[in-house]
């Protein structure tokens, strides 16, 4: 297995953009270009999340390969959701290093601001389960109810969550602040977060990343250069809820994190600095534990107590992050890579307080279904003298295990298990909307929307039942639970026995 | 660089099926899982074309992975249009044969029989180009004008180009007349090919693939096996007919194929049979050419001979091609290696006359713009005897140069290239639709629809305005020659002196 190196990398500004998904990524690479010794290559690895439905075109791999006069050579497009781009680089990781290629162009893009928000979220809720999506759940509220589940297992009071959250929009949106090709290159004060408007409870629109244009990539060699690319893993996760056993960490992200290390023969402590998925502030807390830089948590102190800020120990998304840099859903993956690679040579618009020899890039696809870790490290570091690096470990296995299961029937009564109250609702779905998922006495969970918005809390009980094809729930208020108890006692008292007639009397027809 | 083995290959019928696209992917599997010794398996590569505009959900490789219990492991999806499957095949090859993986599966599929032949015809015209798709253009549009060109190029007449047409057609549902898993099972008559209407002209409805529900699936391994691939090429060529310089070859299959001939160190007089890319019956012949099996205009006589017949020297789509066997577009890729690995093992339901050793499957992606050359081989032949395999020719390389340039604006006149006549129109277009390529004095291409049908001819002249944003063209009549040279000499002509008055008269008011 070859070393990879990073020969050049390079981005547009992140944010509304006149120009087209094609004129995007043609920047990027003119850019990479000019970053880099490696001028000629041979093949090329698109990250596109959704150019179908986004620009209404497909073929993307060979339409941006001839916009790049590549034209001829081979040209994949690779998609994993919102990791797309991560995918492509690892991808081409795999190409090179298989002695494939010498020379691979990476290019990650989208564009997106030119479609209304609803149908921008109505293309990006269709990385969720179907079942989920049809009682109206968004990204955002998928990710606000881990949020909810999260503050609820670490007994964190809904005022200390906000607070928490809170943190990290401010530390990422100072840090972008200094970014010359964030979205937002503002820093934002705590009042300014608290009058933002919730999405799903309980995040707020200053904990979401926003919809950006915008393209990144990389130029990837066999020849040595100053950074090269030591370690890379990839997990998946279920796509649905209803399907995990942990709604508090990704297992995705946990998997990709142990392979890219073990890979790269080090521990989360020998990262200096790291940009992790952000697309929502409860993920980046989530993400830091998931990659073992903090036990699971202690995300949230970790950020509060400024570890994580561009002058701490470990500074976590000192580009700003998805939250502020922006996040086109397929650069994102190749635009951290570019940060990390800035980072590390020194050049990013954040400076580091500390001199970094190793990073660490950790990109999420879906609600945490498709991860991806990479490590990448300056070649004079201690590690990279020894090159080549070991060949990389041997992968997991599984032997496929065809999933033949009908969908468990709905039950009559569960408990919720976690819940958010949308805000910005799909077509179709008045806000605002109550969803929850319900956990039933078999264990079976169900993804389901609120009769109403009132009564919601991890744990209530409540009645579920099928309207028009959606699940509903009611929560079961004091007087529904007395009735409920006077019904079951009520049945356990024995039945009265029958009218004595009266002898003599006639009956009445 | 490790020798690649298949292991197990399986695919489901073909047709139209109650499936979803999910249960059609499991079933593939299970199927390739029952023929192959390894059944466990490292990383999923999933080729699909297009399951967010055909299903409406994304983030379809952690789906899939999740109904084949392989929830964890690394999941991609490649797409390079309607060579996504074999795309997927070429990806999965280049991790096994780089150490990456030592056993992985290969999955390709699409559901699309549920949708209108409306809707799939527009969402497959999203892989052409965006102005020549505003024109009217569809892919069988483009299809047709390029075997009208063909025709040309080897003088062959309209009713001799109808022949070999119908030949491949007859051919290929005699061929998948005798495999199970086709959608159609039924030989064709002369009379039934020449009864079917018109989609475009020249091409026919039994010229053109129908749409299918489908998905196939191999099981690629490090360790040996019956059947090693020997040999993986691609090559892209312009998604636009407009920036192309040949229009009766594909310069991506001739690319894939060099490389892949080049790698298994072949001949393609070596090989024994083939699966080609038969979207339309004239692609079969181009691609025949396109693959060295033929020379260049000779590929129809082939077909007419009985070259490529089952009993031929070298059959080509004894399975019954994506003409007869379906072409579910992501699956079609991989349906191909199935098809070639029974043909090897003598498995496939139509028997060949000779032993094979050596076979090659030829994808193409979007209107040629994407292709895929893939070569595998009975480990008993006489090349895999020195396994393991030398190591792959180094690909080619090339400096991005992008393209700044504005396409140019229209001319006012021009000659035609090529043309059809469109009876199978997109939403917005009433048929019969007149579409061509118009080359003008410049030599710069422009697609453009016709005024009306008649006075089509490769050569003549036109006339070029545009009208609500579309290249209208009208086809210069005698008259209209006529007059044209009238004007032209009358401006040759001096003007007339100016009239002269008669002294002592008054003008008239």
């Known amino acids: 297995m070859a070393t990879v190196y990073v020969a050049g990398v390079g981005m ?22 000019s970053d880099s010794a490696i001028q000629e290559i041979e093949a090329l690895y698109l990250g596109v999340m959704n150019p179908e439905e986004f620009t209404g075109d497909s073929n993307i791999a060979s339409r941006i390969a001839e916009a790049l006069g590549l034209t001829g050579l081979p040209a994949l497009r690779i998609e994993t959701a919102s990791s797309a781009g991560a995918a492509a680089f690892h991808a081409a990781f795999q190409a090179v290093a298989s002695g494939s290629y010498r020379h691979v162009l990476v290019l990650g893009g989208e564009k997106m601001t030119h479609l209304s928000t609803s ?9 969720i389960d179907r079942q989920e999506r049809q009682c109206g759940a968004t990204m955002p509220a998928l990710a606000a109810m881990i949020t909810e589940r999260y503050r609820k297992r670490y007994r964190l009071s809904p005022a200390r969550l906000e607070r928490l959250l809170c943190r990290v929009a401010m530390k990422n949106h100072l840090n972008g602040s200094r970014n010359p ?33 915008g393209a990144a990539a990389a130029i990837l060699t066999s020849e040595k250069t100053d950074v090269a690319v030591s370690g890379v893993g990839q997990g998946t996760g279920p796509v649905s809820l209803r399907e995990r056993d942990s709604f508090t960490s990704f297992r995705a992200t946990q998997i990709a994190a142990a392979r890219a290390y073990r890979m790269a023969g080090i521990s989360p402590r020998e990262i200096d600095f790291a940009e992790v998925h952000d697309a929502f502030t409860s993920f980046e807390i989530i993400s830091t534990e998931d990659l073992g830089f903090f036990p699971a948590g202690r995300g949230g102190d970790a950020v509060e107590e400024g570890k994580t800020a ?32 800035r980072g590390l040579r020194g050049s990013a618009g954040a400076k580091l307080k500390r001199e970094a020899k190793r990073a660490l890039a950790q990109s999420t696809g879906g609600l945490g279904t498709n991860n991806f870790v990479t490590i990448v490290e300056r070649t004079d570091s201690p590690l990279m003298k020894n090159l080549p690096l070991p060949p990389a470990p041997p992968p997991g296995r599984k032997r496929p295990a065809i999933k033949r299961t009908q969908p468990p029937a709905l039950s009559e009564e569960g408990r919720i ?93």
């Open 12 to 33: 547009t500004k992140f944010g509304r953009s006149p120009q087209t998904l094609t004129e995007l990524c043609c920047e990027a690479v003119s850019r990479a270009l």
């Open 119 to 127: 149908a921008t979220t109505r293309i990006l809720a269709e990385v």
């Open 181 to 213: 090709y964030a979205q937002f290159q503002q820093a934002i004060t705590e009042q300014t977060y608290f009058s933002s408007k919730f999405v799903s409870t309980p995040l707020r629109l200053y904990d979401c990343s926003p919809i950006t244009d």
């Open 310 to 341: 561009l002058d701490g120990p470990l500074p976590v998304n000192p580009s700003g992050g998805l939250k502020s840099r922006g996040h086109p859903v397929g650069a994102s993956g190749v635009a951290q890579l570019v940060e990390v690679v």
């Open 417 to 509: 298990e976690t819940f958010t109250v949308l805000y910005v609702t799909p077509d179709g779905f008045l806000p605002p909307l109550a969803l929850a998922l319900i956990r039933d006495r078999q264990g079976s969970l169900f993804m389901a929307q609120g009769e109403d918005v009132s009564h919601l809390k991890i744990g209530r009980e409540v009645y579920l039942r099928q309207v028009g094809g959606r699940n509903v729930f009611t929560v079961k208020s004091h007087l529904m639970k007395v009735r409920e108890a006077l019904k079951k006692l009520l049945s356990r008292v024995p039945p009265l026995p029958a009218q004595r007639r009266r002898p003599g009397k006639k009956e009445t027809p």
